[in-house]
Nanobody, 121 residues
């Protein structure tokens, strides 16, 4: 069982930056992956980025490429968010999957509680 806890959200003006952190505890096998998702009220959870625990392979959604960067250092997964836009306003979650890389939220079996990101115009 893996526990995840997000932090780093807040209110930022358009064009600004935030760095989200996901602190993990418990064993994450090297073949697993950790991802960031985001969700607005009444909307489906949207995949943002993922990192494979072993090897550092990273993947990013098309609409955040060049702006967001996922990374893992030790037991923490980061999401560096630059050039933020109002449409990035969402609750951001980190999650772990046993399957390796996948964009499907249903395949993730551990989730954090989320951190709110609000981007003002």
């Amino acid at each position: 069982q893996v526990q995840l806890a997000e932090s780093g959200g807040g209110l930022v003006q358009a064009g600004g930056s935030l760095r989200l952190s996901c602190a993990t505890s418990g064993r994450i096998f090297s073949s697993y992956a950790v991802a960031w998702f985001r969700q607005a009220p009444g909307k489906e959870r949207e995949w943002v980025a993922a990192v494979r625990w072993n090897g550092g392979n990273t993947y990013h959604a098309d609409d955040v490429k060049g702006r967001f960067t996922i990374s893992n250092v030790g037991n923490t997964v980061y999401l560096q968010m630059n050039n933020l836009r109002p449409e990035d306003t969402d609750v951001y979650y980190c999650a772990k999957t046993r399957r390796g890389y996948t964009r499907n939220a249903a395949e993730y079996d551990d989730w954090g509680q989320g951190t709110q990101v609000t981007v003002s115009s």
